[in-house]
């Protein structure tokens, strides 16, 4: 089955610096990669997501970028704020998971002012 | 609004009893899913659902179990607790066939130790 790898576990940037997560997926097959945002004590809630058919995504101060030959893909956060900091998971589907996804172990990140 | 609901939102039991967590969605959503999340391990697969009546296993599934009654709830039950299950709870929910069909709703977790 699918596993993916994430990197780093805590990140530690300064208000208005960029925030870069690496996540690697093992099955070539996977064709979905969502991230997802966990505030302390509430549940994850989906920020952006990115298909196999598309090399870069994004939305206002975050993107996702995925290199399909290295089976990697990154998430990518600009002029960082305080209330960017969370946890932040990586997950990868694979074409015959139909719904399931297999998450990373999530990145802490930690904006200081 | 529709949302997913889980309560209890916090839970202590002791090793051996029998616990069940309940999810409740209004979104309608044929697939549900629960996860543990434990520190390091991010989320991990408990059972998940596909609709009424349809229930499989997921990467950790042993000492749980999962029933589907109707399309809103699929509720967890731990059979004899053990400490090793002490962890968070999420529950969540996705549509399929939908444009987004793939974005998975999450609850806001339940917490359970078992002493």
């Known amino acids: 089955g699918e596993n993916v790898e994430q990197h780093p576990s805590t990140l530690s940037v300064q208000e208005g610096d960029s925030a870069v997560i690496k996540c690697t997926y093992s099955?070539?097959?996977?064709?979905?990669f969502p991230w997802y945002k966990q505030e302390l004590g509430k549940g994850p809630q989906l920020i952006i997501d990115?298909?196999?058919?598309?090399g870069e995504k994004k939305d206002q101060r975050i993107a996702v970028t995925l290199n399909k030959t290295a089976k990697h893909f990154s998430l990518h956060i600009t002029e960082t704020q305080p209330e960017d900091s969370a946890v932040y998971f990586c997950?990868?589907?694979?074409?015959?998971?139909?719904?399931?996804?297999?998450f990373g172990a999530g990145t802490q990140v930690v904006v200081t002012p | 609004d529709a949302e997913i609901t889980q309560s209890p939102r916090h839970k202590i039991t002791e090793t051996g009893r029998q616990v069940t967590l309940a999810c409740h969605q209004t979104?309608?959503?044929?697939?549900m899913f629960w996860y543990r999340q434990d520190l390091g391990h991010g989320l991990r697969l408990i059972h998940y659902?596909?609709?009424?009546?349809?229930?499989n296993k997921g990467e950790v599934s042993d000492g749980y179990s999962v029933s589907r009654s109707n399309t809103e709830d699929l509720p967890l039950t731990l059979e004899s607790a053990a400490s090793s299950q002490t962890s968070v709870y999420f529950c969540?929910?996705?549509?399929?066939?939908?444009?987004?069909?793939?974005?998975?709703?999450f609850g806001p977790g339940t917490r359970l130790t078992v002493l």
């Open positions: 659902s596909y609709g009424v009546q349809d229930t």
């Open positions: 969540a929910s996705s549509e399929p066939g939908l444009a987004d069909s793939d974005t998975q709703y």
């Open positions: 997950a990868a589907r694979g074409t015959d998971s139909w719904g399931k996804l297999q």
């Open positions: 099955d070539s097959a996977s064709n979905y």
């Open positions: 979104w309608n959503h044929n697939n």
């Open positions: 990115i298909r196999s058919n598309v």
